[in-house]
C-alpha cells in the first residue's frame, strides 16, 4: 500500500515538472523563433531554469520513496 | 556555440551514433550471456519455495545457501537493477573480476587491510563471498562484519547464508544478514556506511574505508584527465600560435564554450578566478558519466552515488558561503528594500534556501545518472520477462530484439544526459557563485 502511494505521489510530482518544463520549452521556441540571433542565450537559460523546476520535482520523487 | 557545433558536425555525429549504437549492442548480448550462465549453475541446492511475504521476490530465502535458483516466480528485475547500480567490492572487466583493496577499521578489531580475494567470491556472482575473514564477509557486494567475537578470526569456510526480516524497536522491517558456520548461526552487522548510521542505517561496529569499484572508476578517470589535460597544456606551449590539433581540437571548443557561456555572463571580470574550480567540476562529472556508460569496463555508477554528489555539492557550497560578500549575507538575512513584516517571511526563506541549493545539486545529478542506468537494466531484464527466465527460448528470442532496440535508444539518450547534467551543475554552481559575489547598488 504504501509503495502504491509512494508510486502516486512520485507521478503527481511529475506531472507538476512535466507541465513547467513543457512551458519553458515552449516559450523558449517562441523566443527563439522571434529572435534566432539570441539562441545561445535563450537555449542556456531554458536548461537553467530547467533544471531549477526538475530539482523540486526530485525532491518530492525522493520523499515519496524514502520518506 | 556556434563553435561547438560546427565540430561535432556531420562525419563526428555519425561516427559517435555508430560508436553509441555498438555499445549498446555489446552490453545488451554481453548481460544476455551473463545471466543466461548463472542459471546454468546447477548447484544440486534446490530448497523449498519460500515466499515472504515482503514482496522481496528472488534472493531472499530461509535456507542456510550461497546460491538460489532464478525462477519465473522469483525472477526480480527491480532487484537485479539495484544490485547494478551499487557499489561492489571487485571490479569486473568483462569476465575478468580483480579483487580490491578492503581497509577496514573496528575498535575491537583494530585496523584490517587485505584483498577481497581473501573472501573467495564467485567468479560470475553477484558479490558474495564464500570465506569470512577476520569476522569480515562478502554478502551482496558489501562488506558485513559478525558480531559474535566468539567467531574464529582468520580465513573461514562458511556454509551459507541466511536472510532474515527482523522488525526494529520502531517498528521499521529490516533485513539482516546471518551467517551459518559449524552448524550455528552468526548474526552480521549492517554495512558500514558514510553517515556512520546516523540517518537510521544502524550504527555499524566497523567502518569500511575500502578502495570499492566507485573510487577504483574515480582513480583512473583522474588519471586519464591528469594524461589528457596536460597533453593538451603542453600543447600549448609548443605549438604556440598554430590551429589545435588532435587532443587540443577536442577540449578547446567545450572549453571554451564553457567559458563564454557559464562563466563570463554570471561571474563577468571574475570568471577566472573561479574557471578553475568550475572546469574541474564539469570534466571530472562529464568523465565519470560517460565513463559509467562504457560497458565490460567495470560499468561504475560513480556520479550515480549519493556520497560522491553529496561531496562535490557540499564543495560547490563552501565556494560559494567563502566567497560571499556582504551583499549576499544582506539579501538572506536582511533583504534590503522590503517591509519588516516581509522580512521576517523571507528570512527564513532564503537562509533554507542556502542548504537546499546544495541538496538539489546533489539530488538532481545522483537521480539522472541512477534513473538512466535502471532504465538501461530493467530494458535489459526484458529479454529474461519474456524468456519467462529461460524457459520459452522463443520469447526471450523476441525480448532481446526489443530490448537491443530499447537499450541502444537509452544509451544514446544517456549519452546526451552525461553531457546536459555535467553542464548543468556547472552552470548552477556559477550561478549561486556569481549570485555570492554580486555588488548590489541600492
Not at chain 2, 214 to 225: D, G, H, R, S
Not at chain 2, 296 to 320: D, H, K, R, W
Request: charged share 15%; with cysteine.
Amino acid at each position: 500500500m504504501t509503495g502504491t502511494l509512494a508510486a502516486i505521489g512520485a507521478g503527481l510530482a511529475v506531472i507538476g515538472a512535466g507541465i513547467g518544463i513543457g512551458n519553458i520549452g515552449s516559450k523558449a521556441m517562441e523566443a527563439i523563433a522571434r529572435q534566432p540571433e539570441a539562441v545561445g542565450d535563450i537555449r542556456s537559460n531554458m536548461i537553467l531554469m530547467a533544471a531549477l523546476i526538475e530539482g523540486a520535482a526530485l525532491i518530492a520523487i525522493i520523499l515519496a520513496f524514502f520518506g | 556555440m556556434q563553435r561547438f557545433y560546427r565540430t561535432l558536425s556531420g562525419m563526428e555525429i555519425k561516427r559517435l551514433f555508430t560508436l553509441v549504437l555498438l555499445l549498446a549492442a555489446t552490453l545488451s548480448f554481453g548481460q544476455d550471456h551473463d545471466h543466461a550462465d548463472h542459471e546454468g549453475h546447477d548447484h544440486g541446492t534446490h530448497e523449498e519455495e519460500t515466499h515472504d511475504d515482503n514482496g522481496h521476490a528472488g534472493g531472499h530465502h530461509d535456507v542456510c545457501t550461497f546460491h538460489h535458483e532464478v525462477t519465473p516466480e522469483n525472477f526480480s528485475a527491480q532487484q537485479i537493477a539495484f544490485h547494478h547500480i551499487a557499489d561492489a567490492n571487485v571490479y569486473s572487466i568483462g569476465p575478468l573480476q580483480l579483487p580490491l583493496p578492503a581497509i577496514l577499521w573496528s575498535k575491537d578489531g583494530g585496523l584490517d587491510f587485505f584483498l577481497s580475494s581473501k573472501f573467495d567470491f564467485e567468479t560470475l556472482g553477484h558479490g558474495t563471498g564464500y570465506n569470512a575473514h577476520n569476522r569480515y564477509i562478502l554478502d551482496g557486494g558489501s562488506i558485513k562484519r559478525i558480531t559474535d567475537p566468539s567467531f574464529p578470526d582468520g580465513t573461514v569456510r562458511l556454509d551459507g547464508l541466511k536472510h532474515k526480516h527482523e522488525t526494529t524497536d520502531k517498528g521499521k522491517d529490516k533485513e539482516v544478514t546471518y551467517v551459518c558456520y559449524n552448524g550455528n548461526e552468526y548474526r552480521t552487522d549492517a554495512e558500514s556506511t558514510l553517515d556512520a548510521g546516523m540517518f537510521g542505517g544502524g550504527i555499524t561496529s566497523f567502518h569500511d574505508f575500502s578502495i570499492t569499484k566507485n573510487v577504483t572508476a574515480m582513480i583512473i578517470v583522474f588519471l586519464f584527465m591528469l594524461w589528457v589535460f596536460l597533453k593538451v597544456a603542453k600543447a600549448y606551449k609548443t605549438r604556440e600560435g598554430k590551429a589545435p590539433k588532435g587532443l587540443q581540437g577536442f577540449i578547446e571548443p567545450i572549453f571554451l564554450f564553457m567559458r563564454e557561456e557559464v562563466l563570463e555572463p554570471f561571474l563577468g571580470d571574475k570568471s577566472d578566478r573561479y574557471l578553475p574550480f568550475i572546469m574541474s567540476l564539469f570534466f571530472f562529472i562529464l568523465s565519470l558519466n560517460l565513463f559509467g556508460q562504457i560497458p565490460f569496463f567495470g560499468g561504475a555508477n560513480v556520479t550515480g552515488s549519493l556520497s560522491v554528489t553529496l561531496v562535490l555539492a557540499v564543495l560547490a557550497f563552501l565556494v560559494t558561503n567563502l566567497s560571499g560578500k556582504k551583499d549576499y549575507w544582506q539579501h538572506i538575512f536582511w533583504m534590503p528594500g522590503v517591509p519588516a513584516w516581509v522580512k521576517t517571511i523571507l528570512t527564513p526563506v532564503e537562509f533554507l534556501g542556502m542548504f537546499i541549493k546544495p541538496i538539489t545539486l546533489t539530488l538532481r545529478l545522483f537521480a539522472n545518472i541512477t534513473a538512466g542506468h535502471i532504465v538501461v537494466i530493467i530494458f535489459v531484464s526484458l529479454i529474461f520477462i519474456f524468456g519467462n527466465v529461460g524457459t520459452s527460448p522463443v520469447g526471450a528470442y523476441g525480448g532481446a530484439v526489443g530490448s537491443t532496440v530499447l537499450t541502444m535508444f537509452m544509451m544514446a539518450i544517456e549519452l546526451l544526459v552525461a553531457f546536459i547534467q555535467a553542464f548543468v551543475f556547472a552552470i548552477l554552481t556559477t550561478s549561486y557563485i556569481g549570485a555570492a559575489v554580486e555588488e548590489h547598488h541600492h
